[in-house]
C-alpha cells in the first residue's frame, strides 16, 4: 500500500509554509522547552550522547535521576571506561534494556582508547562507535556540536508527518521517503536547525502525542493539513502491538538483576534458594539466566548461584 510518506513530492511544500512553523516553533521552544539537565550547553558533549542512550525506549522523567547520577560518577568516557562491569550494571538501576550499559562502556572505552578522551564530531566517526546508531549520532551533531543534520527519532517523523502531509506517521524503520522530507524542512542555517531538531522533538513528546496529541495548545495547529484534514487515522501504527510484560522472560531477567543489585553490602552473590523464589517457573527462570549470562550481564557460579560480572 502507497501512502502519503512514500511518496512525500505528490503534496509539495510551500517554502513560506515552512518557514511560518519554523518561526511558530522556535517561539514556542523558548518559553516551553523541558528544562532537562543536559540542554542548554549545561553539560559535555560525552553528558549529551550519554543523555540519548538512556532515553531510548525510556520515559525522559525516569531518566533524568539516573544520568544526573551517573554523570557526578563517571563525567566523561574515561572514567566510565575504567569501571567494573558490576557497577555499570548496578547504577544503571531500572532504566531497562541493560545491555545498553554494557555498551556504552564499550563505547567509552574506544573514547578513551582510540580519541584521547575526547567524542568524535563526523558522523562516520560516531557511528563506527560501539552501540551508536544513525539518530544517536545525528542527535549528537546537532544538540552537542551545533551542526546541520537532520535528527530522525518517533516523534519527530510523527510531526513532519501530520503537520507538512497531514497522513498519520505508521511507526517501524524511517523509509526514505521520511528522510527526505526531514531533509527538506530543515533549516539552511546551523543554529537555526539545531532549535528546529530540539523543537520539533519536543513538540512530539509533550504535545503532538501518538494517541491523545493536545492540538488545542499546538503552536502550528492553524498551520497543521493533520488536524485541517480531521486527523485522519489517529493513532494508527504499522508495527504489532507492544508485547505485554508480565510475564516475559523481559520481566524475568529484570528481576534476577533488580535482586543482584539489592544485595546487602558486602554480600555479592544470589544463591540459587533466592533465585527459585523469584520465579515459579524454573524452565523459564533458567532459560533467562542463561540468556543473561549469555549477555554479559551476570555470571553463573559452579553451585548455581549468580553475581554480577567481576
Not at 543536559?38 to 538512556?54: A, D, I, K, N, Q
Not at 545491555?99 to 573514547?111: D, G, K, M, S, Y
Not at 558522523?123 to 549520532?137: R, S, V
Not at 495547529?221 to 494508527?236: K, N, T
Amino acid at each position: 500500500m502507497t501512502t502519503a510518506t512514500d511518496n512525500i513530492t505528490a503534496k509539495p511544500l510551500v517554502k513560506s509554509s515552512a518557514e511560518s512553523i519554523r518561526r511558530s516553533l522556535a517561539a514556542w521552544w523558548q518559553i516551553n522547552a523541558r528544562d532537562l539537565p543536559w540542554r542548554f550547553g549545561r553539560t559535555t558533549p560525552w553528558g549529551v550522547l550519554v543523555s540519548e542512550v538512556m532515553s531510548q525506549q525510556t520515559q525522559m522523567s525516569r531518566v533524568v535521576p539516573y544520568w544526573q547520577t551517573w554523570m557526578q560518577v563517571w563525567p566523561d568516557a574515561a572514567a566510565l571506561a575504567d569501571a567494573t562491569t558490576a557497577e555499570v550494571i548496578t547504577a544503571w538501576g531500572r532504566l531497562g534494556y541493560p545491555r545498553r550499559a554494557l555498551r556504552l562502556q564499550e563505547c567509552a572505552r574506544v573514547v578513551r582508547d582510540q580519541y584521547d578522551d575526547q567524542l568524535p564530531r563526523t558522523y562516520d566517526e560516531l557511528t563506527g562507535l560501539p552501540g551508536i546508531g544513525d539518530y544517536t549520532a545525528s542527535a549528537v551533531l546537532s544538540f552537542a556540536f551545533g551542526k546541520r543534520i537532520a535528527v530522525i527519532d518517533t516523534n519527530i517523523r510523527r510531526v513532519l508527518s501530520r503537520v507538512f502531509l497531514g497522513v498519520e506517521s505508521l511507526g517501524g524503520a524511517a523509509r526514505p521517503a521520511e528522510r527526505e522530507l526531514a531533509a527538506r524542512v530543515l533549516p539552511a542555517h546551523d543554529a537555526q536547525s539545531v532549535t528546529w531538531n530540539q523543537s520539533v522533538m519536543e513538540l512530539g513528546a509533550v504535545v503532538c502525542t501518538a494517541k491523545q496529541p493536545l492540538c488545542e495548545t499546538c503552536p502550528v495547529s492553524a498551520q497543521c493539513a493533520f488536524l485541517a484534514a480531521g486527523r485522519p487515522g489517529l493513532g494508527e501504527r504499522r508495527t504489532r502491538p507492544r508485547q505485554r510484560f508480565a510475564g516475559t522472560d523481559r520481566q524475568v531477567r529484570g528481576m534476577v538483576l533488580d535482586a543482584l543489585r539489592k544485595l546487602p553490602q558486602g554480600k555479592s552473590v544470589l544463591d540459587r534458594a533466592r533465585i527459585e523464589s523469584l520465579w515459579n517457573d524454573h524452565v523459564q527462570l533458567d532459560q533467562c539466566l542463561a540468556s543473561l549470562d549469555d549477555d554479559g550481564l551476570i555470571e553463573i557460579l559452579p553451585d548455581g548461584g549468580v553475581c554480577l560480572p567481576r
